[in-house]
């Protein structure tokens, strides 16, 4: 089901039978450094990630991480939407793209489209995202939608203290 759309992208939920691109996505070496190693490594694996992590979030809260799909084609190009984590008081952005898509502005366009979301829909005044410190690329993109490094911060069940950026006041 379609949520958002933007001038060349539509976002919509990632449903069981997004799973090969799921697989792909988990697998890529951006995805596996950054984010970790989910141990997705079969289709059904990733059928059971989609229903227990997005489709279920969505189920229980109204908003998750969708699939963006660019409208010219109806190519998989990656995810974005919105978390709730564990350890966070606040709701997060998050992204992910297939890195043969990158340089071409659809995490911004999407993320864009997000935090709109997030505001005008959700009614949400606070955002925040976390990165790994060595993530450029999403630092960049996070400072380009507004959000500023606040503090590090370790998340349940990680060792690894990762970047919190937050907006700063309404957006």
Same mark, same amino acid.
């Not at 001038?7 to 596996?32: A, K, Q, S, T, Y």
């Not at 990630?49 to 109204?62: K, Q, S």
């Not at 999407?110 to 993530?135: F, W």
């Given at each position: 089901?379609?949520?958002?759309?933007?001038?060349?992208?539509?976002? @919509?939920? #990632?449903? /069981?039978? !997004? !799973?090969?691109?799921?697989?792909?996505?988990?697998?890529? /070496?951006?995805? &596996?450094?950054?984010?970790?190693? @989910?141990?997705?490594? +079969?289709? $059904?694996?990733?059928?059971?990630?989609?229903?227990?992590?997005?489709?279920?979030?969505?189920? @229980?809260?109204?908003?998750?991480?969708?699939?963006?799909?660019?409208?010219? !084609?109806?190519?998989?190009?990656?995810?974005? =939407?919105?978390?709730?984590?564990? *350890?966070?008081?606040?709701?997060?952005?998050? %992204?992910? %793209?297939?890195?043969?898509?990158? =340089?071409? *502005?659809?995490? %911004?366009?999407?993320?864009?489209?997000?935090?709109?979301?997030?505001?005008?829909?959700?009614?949400?005044? @606070? #955002?925040?995202?976390? +990165?790994?410190?060595?993530?450029? /690329?999403?630092?960049?993109? &996070? $400072?380009?939608?507004?959000?500023?490094?606040?503090?590090?911060?370790?998340? /349940?069940? !990680?060792?690894?203290?990762?970047?919190? %950026?937050?907006?700063?006041?309404?957006?």
């Amino acid at each position: 089901m379609k949520v958002l759309d933007t001038e060349r992208l539509v976002l @919509r939920h #990632i449903e /069981p039978g !997004d !799973d090969g691109f799921i697989l792909e996505l988990l697998n890529e /070496p951006g995805w &596996l450094h950054h984010i970790g190693d @989910r141990g997705i490594r +079969t289709r $059904e694996a990733a059928r059971e990630y989609i229903r227990n992590g997005p489709a279920a979030m969505v189920e @229980r809260l109204g908003f998750g991480l969708y699939l963006v799909e660019r409208k010219a !084609d109806a190519a998989s190009l990656g995810i974005c =939407g919105l978390v709730r984590r564990d *350890g966070l008081d606040d709701v997060d952005i998050g %992204f992910a %793209f297939l890195a043969r898509h990158g =340089g071409c *502005g659809y995490a %911004f366009e999407s993320a864009c489209a997000v935090m709109a979301y997030a505001k005008e829909v959700l009614g949400l005044g @606070r #955002i925040v995202a976390i +990165t790994t410190t060595d993530n450029h /690329p999403s630092i960049r993109l &996070l $400072e380009r939608i507004g959000l500023r490094l606040e503090r590090m911060v370790t998340l /349940p069940g !990680d060792d690894e203290a990762v970047q919190l %950026f937050a907006n700063q006041g309404p957006f």
